[in-house]
């Protein structure tokens, strides 16, 4: 059983006195001169964060999450009915979370719309997602702040370098092991990206050659390609996200949709270098002290 610290009083009290804290958007958790508690009631719309909080053996501190829909198995610590259930990546419910009484809301990107909400309710607001551009670098940087606010910058660091070290190794493999492409199946359909997408950590950081060098993205859905234009691009690794899969929704799986005449004569098919990637991770989750590991991780075994 979860043990929750006791830290109603305090609660109450800063509310009574209009909150000496300010709310803050990414990084200023504004403690009004006074030595800032570690928050003890926290509620989070970033798997990224609730990852992190997990990794640094901080799960006692969170008493709520979004839940609903697919939960990543990388969250399964966050499982049991001590955890609330806020509701979902991009529609939690206000007067849920209002009710918890959060003093630290960690918000994901899906939500950032809703930073000026959550200020309303909790006097720390911090956001809890890396970015999708320099993934390694943006999520080191958050993961040092969050574990700042709770005093845990030691433990952090240590997993940080490890993350590291690993980006260097895969690094030193990828570099060599062809061109790449990443691609999305969807509804039934194939997008792509290339480099400078929300996917770029395959290419820039971890060193894979794309394929493409420039794929004109849809949104964050990446760019429509044609079997034949996947079949011209001819990539020797072929990196795949099922969406549908994912997100727990009905579709065709990645592997049906992919096993057809044109795919199959690329480089990549023929040389068994398909590699079908936790779509949870990298779709639902993006980041967070052991998801990325596991990301890289995951690249790393396709190319040795």
Same mark, same amino acid.
């Given at each position: ?26 990084? &200023? ?20 964060a609730a990852n992190t909080l997990d990794e640094l053996d901080l799960e006692d501190n969170v008493i709520g999450l979004v839940k609903t829909g697919v939960f990543p198995d990388a969250l399964s610590t966050y499982s049991g009915d001590e955890y609330? %259930? ?16 959060? &003093? ?5 990107? =899906? ?16 956001? $809890? %997602? ?9 999520? =080191? ?11 845990? !910058? %030691? ?15 895969? =690094? $030193?493999?990828?570099? $060599? ?14 997008? $792509?990206?290339?480099?400078?997408? =929300?996917? %770029? ?7 894979? !050659? ?7 993205? !849809? ?22 996200? &099922? ?14 949709l992919l096993d057809n005449p044109v795919f199959n004569r690329t480089e990549a098919a023929s040389n068994g270098n398909v590699h079908i990637l936790d779509g949870q991770n990298w779709y639902l989750v993006g980041g967070g002290l052991g998801v ?13």
């Amino acid at each position: 059983m979860k043990r929750f610290p006791k830290i109603v009083a305090a609660a109450a009290a800063l509310a009574l006195t209009g909150g000496a804290l300010t709310a803050c958007g990414t990084s &200023d958790a504004q403690s009004g001169g006074a030595e800032s508690e570690v928050p003890s009631r926290v509620v989070l719309t970033s798997h990224a964060a609730a990852n992190t909080l997990d990794e640094l053996d901080l799960e006692d501190n969170v008493i709520g999450l979004v839940k609903t829909g697919v939960f990543p198995d990388a969250l399964s610590t966050y499982s049991g009915d001590e955890y609330t %259930d806020i509701g979902s990546l991009k529609e939690p419910k206000m007067d849920v979370i209002a009710e918890l009484g959060p &003093d630290l809301i960690l918000y994901g990107n =899906r939500t950032r719309a809703m930073e000026p909400e959550f200020a309303k309710v909790s006097d720390q607001v911090v956001a $809890g %997602d890396p970015d999708t551009s320099d993934t390694v670098a943006s999520n =080191r940087a958050k993961v040092e702040e969050i574990a700042a606010l709770f005093g845990e !910058e %030691d433990a952090a660091s240590e997993k940080l370098d490890e993350i590291d070290d690993q980006v260097a190794e895969t =690094r $030193g493999k990828a570099e $060599g092991a062809g061109t790449a492409l990443v691609l999305m199946t969807s509804g039934g359909k194939v997008t $792509g990206y290339g480099p400078g997408s =929300r996917f %770029d950590l395959i290419y820039n950081e971890l060193g894979m !050659e794309p394929a493409a060098g420039n794929l004109e993205s !849809e949104g964050s859905h990446g760019a429509p390609l044609s079997w034949e234009q996947i079949a011209e691009l001819n990539p020797d690794h072929v990196f795949v996200i &099922d969406r549908d899969a994912a997100i727990g929704s009905e579709g065709e799986a990645a592997t049906a949709l992919l096993d057809n005449p044109v795919f199959n004569r690329t480089e990549a098919a023929s040389n068994g270098n398909v590699h079908i990637l936790d779509g949870q991770n990298w779709y639902l989750v993006g980041g967070g002290l052991g998801v990325l590991n596991s990301m890289i991780l995951e690249i790393d075994n396709a190319v040795s």
